[in-house]
């Protein structure tokens, strides 16, 4: 089994910042590209950004130059620093890994159970 398992996610004022983490756990075998989505109440969920295992990222437009991300390939552990937050960025973010579990098995992602980020005006 395989666990991604959130935390930093908070209640902030527009203006502030905010790291959320996540940690990916269980029978690993190789872990591809990691990331964040984000969903907003009535709203599609949304790749916010992406990092591959050599560092390589992308972000959607809204949240550039305003936040980043990182991983630690030796602890399987990704993370999205948040600055800059408003309003709009208040959503439930989900992280999540693209992984194998086995030699010779396919990649598919795997989900973390998500963490309320809330941006008051």
């Known amino acids: 089994q395989v666990q991604l398992v959130e935390s930093g996610g908070g209640l902030v004022q527009n203006g502030g910042s905010l790291r959320l983490s996540c940690a990916a756990s269980?029978?690993?075998?190789?872990?591809?590209?990691m990331g964040w989505y984000r969903q907003a109440p009535g709203k599609q969920r949304e790749l916010v950004a992406s990092?591959?295992?050599?560092?390589?990222?992308n972000f959607i437009d809204s949240v550039k130059g305003r936040f980043t991300i990182s991983r630690d390939n030796t602890k399987d552990t990704v993370s999205l620093q948040m600055n800059s937050l408003k309003p709009e960025d208040t959503a439930v973010y989900y992280c999540y890994a693209d992984l194998t579990t086995a030699w010779g098995t396919p990649r598919r992602n795997y989900w973390g159970q998500g963490t309320q980020v809330t941006v008051s005006s």
């Open positions: 990092i591959t295992p050599d560092g390589s990222t």
């Open positions: 269980g029978d690993i075998f190789m872990i591809d590209d």
